[in-house]
C-alpha cells in the first residue's frame, strides 16, 4: 500500500462517529501509514440525528456525497494508483457508483483498491433498513458493491455468516469488533474511579429503538425495584424511538422512581456516568459488536450482554458476563454478582478492540489472510478463542 486514502464518517456528538476519524489517524499515524483524509461537508452544525435512527437521513447522503466529489477530483487529478487503498467507513455511501463508473473506463495502474467496513445492512434481519422498507432496493445497491470492491471487512464472524448466506461475492474478512481508542476515552475522565465507589447503577446506552428491546430492560428494572439500585437509560441526544409505547413506558418508570432517564449527554457526560456506574447491561439482537461495551470496559464498569449473535465472540466466550437470552431469571442472577466486584476479566474487551483498526490495515496491507473468511469453511472459527 503507497498510501491510504479515508472516508470516514460525519461526526454526531451522541455517537462514536464523533471520535471515529481520530481513532483511526492515531493508528494511521503510529504505524508510520502516508494516508490522506478525504473531506465531506455536513449538511448543518447541529451534530444531531433529526430523521432516521443510526445516522442522519440527510446528513448521510450530503457528507457522503461531498465526500465522493473530493475523491473523484483526486481521481481526477492523478492523486491515486493501483498501489493505494481507498477505505470506506461505511459500505453505504451514496455516490459510491461514481467509482466502478470511473474505474471501467480508465487504465489498470491507475484503478486503486476499494475497501468498506459493513456495519449491518440488509443482511441483518433486525437492522433499521427493514423497520423503513428499505431492503428491496438496499439488497440491489449491495449487489452493485460487491461487483467493484476489493474486499468487504465485517466486525464479526456471525456477520460473516450473514454475509455468506446472502451470497455476497466480494472478498469477505472478519476484523473482530469496531475501531476504538482506550487510551483517548479514559483521557476523558480525570482518573477511573475505583469500583467501590460508584454508584450501585446500572446503565443502559444502546438507542432505544426495537432491536434494542428496551422492554426487556424495563422488565429487569421492575423486577429489581430497589432504592439501591439505579436503572438508568442514557442518552446522546434526546429520549426517541422507533416504537412510541417504549416512551410511553420509560416515562411512566420514570415518574415510579424505577427509572432514571439521562438525555442529551454530551461524549464526556456520557463518560462521566459510565465512569461512576457499576454496570453497562445490554439486551439488543443487534448492535455487532458495540462500541458501549468497549467504552464501559476501558472505563471500569462491569458489562453484562447476552449470549447471542456477535456478543460471545466479543466477549470472548465469557460465561460470567454473558446471559441467556433473554432469560431474565438469568439476567437478574447476573447483575446481582457484578454489582459487587469488578470483573476479573475487565479491561480485555477494550484491549481487544483497541486493536481493531491495526487488523483492518493488516488486512488492506495483504498480512491479514488470517481474517479472511473466503472459503466455505468460514465457520470453523465461531468457537474459537480470539484472544
Known amino acids: 500500500m503507497r498510501k491510504l486514502f479515508y472516508c470516514g464518517l460525519e461526526p454526531y456528538e451522541g455517537r462514536y462517529t464523533l471520535q471515529l476519524q481520530n481513532w483511526n489517524e492515531a493508528v494511521f499515524q503510529r504505524r508510520g501509514i502516508d494516508y490522506r483524509i478525504v473531506p465531506g461537508q455536513t449538511i448543518d452544525n447541529s451534530q444531531s440525528i433529526s430523521v432516521g435512527q443510526v445516522l442522519d437521513a440527510h446528513g448521510r447522503s450530503y457528507f457522503s456525497m461531498s465526500q465522493m466529489m473530493n475523491l473523484v477530483q483526486m481521481m481526477k487529478n492523478g492523486e491515486l494508483n493501483s498501489e493505494d487503498v481507498v477505505f470506506f467507513e461505511d459500505m453505504f455511501t451514496p455516490g ?45 445497491y449491495e449487489k452493485m458493491v460487491n461487483e467493484f470492491v476489493t474486499g468487504v471487512l465485517a466486525s464479526n464472524e456471525e456477520m460473516v455468516a450473514n454475509m455468506k448466506i446472502a451470497n455476497w461475492k466480494a472478498p469477505i474478512y472478519n476484523i473482530s469488533g469496531l475501531a476504538f481508542n482506550k487510551q483517548e476515552v479514559q483521557s476523558r475522565v480525570e482518573s477511573i474511579k475505583m469500583f467501590p465507589a460508584r454508584r450501585r447503577r446500572v446503565v443502559f446506552a444502546a438507542r432505544w429503538d426495537q432491536e434494542k428491546q428496551p422492554d426487556f430492560f424495563m422488565d429487569i428494572a421492575e423486577k429489581l425495584k430497589t432504592s439501591e439500585i439505579e436503572f438508568a437509560v442514557v442518552q446522546g441526544g434526546p429520549l426517541r424511538s422507533n416504537n412510541p409505547e417504549y416512551i410511553e413506558r420509560a416515562r411512566k418508570l420514570e415518574q415510579e422512581g424505577i427509572l432514571s432517564i439521562y438525555e442529551n449527554l454530551s461524549k464526556n457526560q456520557y463518560y462521566e ?72 476479566r475487565q479491561g480485555q474487551i477494550s484491549d481487544w478492540t483497541d486493536q481493531t483498526v491495526d487488523r483492518c490495515i493488516d488486512i488492506m496491507q495483504g498480512n491479514g489472510e488470517d481474517w479472511s473468511r473466503n472459503d466455505n469453511r468460514y465457520r470453523d472459527h465461531v468457537s474459537k478463542d480470539k484472544y
Open 273 to 344: 456516568m459510565l465512569n461512576d456506574s457499576k454496570l453497562m447491561f445490554n439486551c439488543a439482537l443487534q448492535d455487532w459488536t458495540s462500541n458501549t461495551v468497549s467504552e464501559a470496559d476501558a472505563l471500569g464498569c462491569n458489562v453484562l450482554f447476552p449470549a447471542y449473535r456477535s456478543f460471545p465472540e466479543i466477549f470472548n466466550n465469557d460465561a460470567e458476563r454473558l446471559y441467556i437470552p433473554w432469560s431474565i431469571n438469568d439476567a437478574v442472577s447476573k447483575i446481582k454478582k457484578l454489582l459487587i466486584t469488578p470483573h476479573e
Open 96 to 140: 459510491i457508483e461514481s467509482l466502478p463508473y470511473i474505474l471501467n473506463q480508465i487504465p489498470e495502474e491507475q484503478r486503486p483498491k476499494i475497501w468498506v467496513r459493513c456495519l449491518a445492512q440488509s443482511i441483518d434481519p433486525d437492522d433499521f433498513v427493514h423497520v423503513w422498507n428499505m431492503s428491496e432496493w438496499m439488497g440491489y
